[in-house]
């Protein structure tokens, strides 16, 4: 036999599915736009500061830092000195960097880094990224996390004035910085799906409850009135149309138990009269040999159709019958019907 699925938990899974798709829709176009927000913050940041710095730095200074000798050059000091300062007012920023092109080739011309890695000027940079190359000309950012030898970033170019299209300034934010601002976008993005769900249950089973406690009390109801208990009402309020299904109920059973007492009370009379009719033709009636009259319970002699009429509701009329014709009036034709 076929299992079947409740209405209720029919309800509860369309209306569960019904507010999870609209949350979930929801959810999601305001996740992207955040998303997109989020990237698109981080790059104009990266641009700007980009374009700020290249300000405040000449690029007529930097003529003649080319080979590695020059980091015993003063400008070269004072140059890596700023750049280094501004990394430090700056926790997300992994680099800072001044570039050059020459031909087709870029090389370094100051870097920020600390390390041993650190590129000494005259540096070749080889796999420039198309963002960089632009950066010479125009402010520019990269659209996605790039990687190098130095890691995983994303870097922010802006050309250095006076620089002729030759120097540039580049900002890199480690991509594990920009990671953790996705993944806290992420994180939040979960949490609201949660809670999305949280609600879009809580919400289905008030829904289903609304529609499949009604039906409940009007099965029960139904099921009283089978067992001939007319007299029970349901006095649960919906505030919508199950209202009125309620309230025909409860008039038909109440419709029912009056044509139940008005059928009792047909069959109480019919009983009473029957009755009286019984005690009335039961039994011995004495009555007169000769007149036929009836002798009634007070010793009355009464005539038959009296005591019947009196005792019953039957009513006599009178006629003849043809012994009493031909005794009568012998002098009538035999076929003259007298009643």
């Not at 050059?73 to 020459?102: F, G, H, S």
């Not at 249950?201 to 289903?208: I, Q, W």
Request: glycine letters at 6%; hydrophobic letters at 40%; charged letters at 20%.
């Amino acid at each position: 036999m076929t299992r079947l699925l409740s209405i209720q938990r029919k309800l509860l899974a369309s209306h569960f599915l019904a507010v999870l798709l609209v949350s979930g829709s929801i959810g999601t176009f305001f996740y992207i736009g955040a998303y997109d927000s989020l990237k698109y913050s981080l790059q104009t940041r990266l641009q700007s500061s980009a374009a700020l710095l290249s300000q405040i730095i000449d690029a007529r200074d930097l003529r003649g830092l080319d080979q590695p000798a020059a980091v015993s050059n003063q400008t070269y000091i004072a140059v890596l000195a700023r750049l280094r300062q501004c990394r430090t007012t700056n926790p997300d920023i992994a680099y800072l960097y001044l570039m050059r092109r020459i031909g087709s080739n870029v090389v370094f011309v100051v870097d920020s880094d600390e390390t041993a890695r650190q590129a000494l000027p005259g540096s070749a940079y080889t796999d420039a990224p198309p963002a960089l190359l632009h950066g010479f000309s125009a402010a520019a950012v990269d659209r996605q996390i790039y990687e190098d030898e130095w890691g995983a970033f994303m870097s922010g170019y802006a050309p250095l004035q006076h620089g002729m299209g030759e120097y540039l300034v580049g900002i890199d934010m480690h991509a594990t910085e920009v990671r953790r601002k996705f993944r806290q976008l992420h994180m939040i993005g979960l949490a609201s799906l949660g809670m999305s769900l949280i609600l879009a249950f809580a919400f289905s089973r008030m829904l289903s409850r609304h529609f499949t406690r009604p039906i409940g009390a009007l099965i029960g109801h139904c099921r009283a009135m089978a067992d001939n208990q007319l007299d029970e009402r349901i006095a649960m309020r919906t505030g919508d149309e199950l209202d009125n299904l309620i309230e025909a109920f409860n008039a038909m059973s109440a419709n029912l138990a009056a044509t139940r007492a008005r059928r009792d009370h047909a069959e109480h009379e019919l009983r009473s009269a029957n009755e009286q009719l019984k005690k009335t033709l039961h039994g011995l009636l004495p009555i007169c040999a000769s007149c036929k009259k009836i002798r009634d319970d007070q010793g009355y002699w009464q005539q038959v159709e009296q005591y019947v009429q009196e005792h019953s509701d039957a009513e006599f009329t009178h006629g003849l019958c043809p012994d009493c014709v031909r005794r009568l009036y012998p002098n009538l034709p035999p076929t003259l019907d007298i009643r």
